[in-house]
């Protein structure tokens, strides 16, 4: 299994991680270390490097911002009541 993709940061004070699965296609949002939710990631989210298994160090942050800007969409549009 390959390792997957891991992005952290602070949002008003909160610590958010959010972790991408290849093999699954699922997206893991933790808040202050703690599960939130596991949804599946947009069919477009790491579009054709990923699928021509590109390697580089450029196409590796460019999976980073995408997880980035996913987490950062998720906690802006509120995160589901516990």
């Known amino acids: 299994m390959k390792t997957p993709v891991r992005v952290g940061t602070h949002i008003e004070g909160v610590h958010w991680v959010a ?10 949002v ?18 054709e490097e990923r699928e021509a298994g590109s390697a580089s160090d450029a196409a590796h942050r460019a999976e980073e911002a995408a997880l980035l ?13 516990e």
């Open 19 to 28: 972790e991408y699965f290849e093999n699954t296609r699922e997206i893991r």
């Open 30 to 47: 933790f808040r202050e270390g703690q599960e939130v939710e596991t949804f599946d990631a947009p069919a477009s989210m790491f579009g």
């Open 69 to 81: 800007a996913t987490l950062r969409r998720y906690v802006a549009e509120g995160e589901p009541e």
